[in-house]
């Protein structure tokens, strides 16, 4: 019985719930004996008990979810892998996960993740690495690694993660499962604690493209909470599209091509899943994005910058860690958040306050930003002459633990192929599509503002091509390390 449950994607768990074939209970125990015998590190907190079942009919019919702990939830805890966070217990809950149990999904467990979403590998958490299911000497990616991990290794039939500069989309390539960043704007960002405002985004980590756009479905729409937020334009469909006859597959050779460093597995991979989708009816285009090689170098003054505002409320005053110390303010603040912050928040906030500073603003800042309206203008013609853009997720494979800890440039490039797109404020997607030495390589798919359903349905076809199986990672739990 247990091997039949972790074949079910969500979509058909509730499915046979609502249609009384399973019982929902079971289900939320299932998942939650597994998620507490977690060997990865994915977890940071389990819920000791099943949560009430939903009303009979709810669409989520109670599903177990796994929530990044940069969401609040309130009585629960929410560190956003951070010291100074460490077992604070909101009074709130974030708006997407208030609308996914309003729907009938259950909150199973909080999962880790880098200290407030900085890193791409999930080594930066204040509560430890986690460890990807497919080898555990490797990493999961970052920095919804938790959440990742969790669902790639069947601890987890979904979870939530946030995405600033592919923090949902590369861990999703290196973990073998379905990652979607949604447009800037689409889903609410109240109660997300925040990295960098004008970048982050909620969105779904999953087993398939299916269970991607039934969470998103849940979650989109406008919230009075938060003014970013924007009504999304139509109803959220199921893909069901089995072909690609008349869609435009635009491939950039900024960020395929040997300047992004992509490793030759993933080059194969990316190929053979371009062959699939032409046999699938698709034409593929080369095209370019001619600013794309300096969005990295944009978002690492923008993003830093952001976050050098937004984490100064962490002072040791109204809640989270506090070091004693003499009486005098300012030194409490400075212990505090001496003690409190790992090193690469601490880098990124010294990165993001000399940006700001009076006579570096013009020359850093601002500059960044106008680099960032050139990515924008270079999307949208782009998207006169192909439907969507499709790229490698990630440059490389998962990379052993500690292999990039030392040399932050190194770190800061698995965000290569990423970090356009979330500059731009568009949709993307990553999917599995092969593996490179018994590791996954994702494929991504990037289309305009608020072209969900159409880039699901895509996806999906493809997805159904590929026919890629994540199951051994959850068979087996991943190598020994």
């Keep these: 019985m247990s091997a039949e449950l972790l074949k079910l994607s969500a979509a058909s768990a509730a499915a046979a719930i609502r249609a009384g074939e399973l019982d929902g209970d079971e289900l939320f125990e299932f998942y939650r004996a597994r998620a507490a015998a977690d060997e990865l590190n994915a977890f940071t907190w389990v819920s000791e008990d099943a949560p009430a079942a939903p009303p009979a009919g709810a669409p989520l019919a109670g599903l177990p979810l796994a929530v990044k702990d940069l969401f609040c939830t309130a009585g629960v805890p929410s560190q956003a892998g951070s010291k100074i966070l460490e077992d604070y217990r909101p009074p709130y809950t974030a708006t997407v996960v208030a609308r996914l149990t309003d729907a009938g999904a259950r909150l199973l467990g909080k999962t880790n993740q880098d200290e407030f979403a900085m890193g791409s590998s999930n080594e930066n958490s204040a509560y430890g690495p986690v460890l990807n299911p497919w080898d555990r000497r490797r990493v999961p990616g970052g920095s919804s690694g938790g959440s990742a991990a969790a669902v790639a290794a069947g601890l987890a039939p979904w979870a939530l993660g946030t995405d600033t500069g592919g923090s949902i989309r590369q861990p999703a390539a290196f973990s073998g499962i379905v990652g979607l960043k949604p447009t800037y ?82 080059r194969a991979s990316f190929d053979e899943a371009l062959e699939r989708a032409r046999g699938l009816g698709a034409s593929v285009h080369a095209c370019s994005l001619p600013h794309a090689p300096h969005a990295l170098s944009a978002y690492y003054i923008i993003a830093p910058a952001e976050a050098s505002a937004n984490l100064a409320r962490y002072d040791g005053v109204r809640y989270g860690l506090r070091v004693a110390g003499d009486a005098d303010l300012a030194t409490m603040y400075s212990r505090t958040r001496a003690q409190g912050f790992g090193a690469e928040v601490k880098r990124r906030i010294m990165l993001g306050t000399y940006a700001l500073s009076s006579g570096y603003y013009d020359a850093y800042y601002a500059t960044a930003q106008r680099v960032r309206t050139r990515i924008a203008e270079d999307f949208r013609a782009v998207f006169t002459e192909v439907d969507f853009i499709v790229t490698p997720t990630a440059p490389t494979t998962a990379f052993e633990l500690g292999a990039k800890s030392s040399d932050p440039l190194a770190m800061y490039m698995n965000d290569f192929c990423t970090v356009p797109m979330s500059l731009a404020g568009i949709p993307a997607i990553s999917i599995p599509c092969g593996l490179s030495d018994g590791l996954p390589v994702g494929l991504q798919l990037a289309g305009p503002a608020f072209s969900e359903n159409a880039l699901l349905d895509a996806a999906y076809a493809i997805e159904q091509a590929l026919g890629f199986d994540p199951s051994p990672a959850r068979a087996t739990g991943g190598r020994a390390s």
């Design 185 to 266: 704007g689409a889903c609410s960002r109240y109660g997300m604690i925040a990295f960098a405002s004008s970048l982050d985004q909620a969105g779904p980590l999953t087993r398939d493209v299916t269970d991607a756009a039934l969470l998103f479905r849940h979650m989109a729409g406008q919230d009075a909470n938060d003014s970013t937020s924007l009504a999304f334009p139509e109803e959220v469909r199921l893909p069901s599209r089995v072909d690609l006859t008349g869609v435009r597959l635009g491939v950039p050779e900024e960020l395929t091509g040997a300047g992004g460093g992509i490793e030759a597995g993933v």
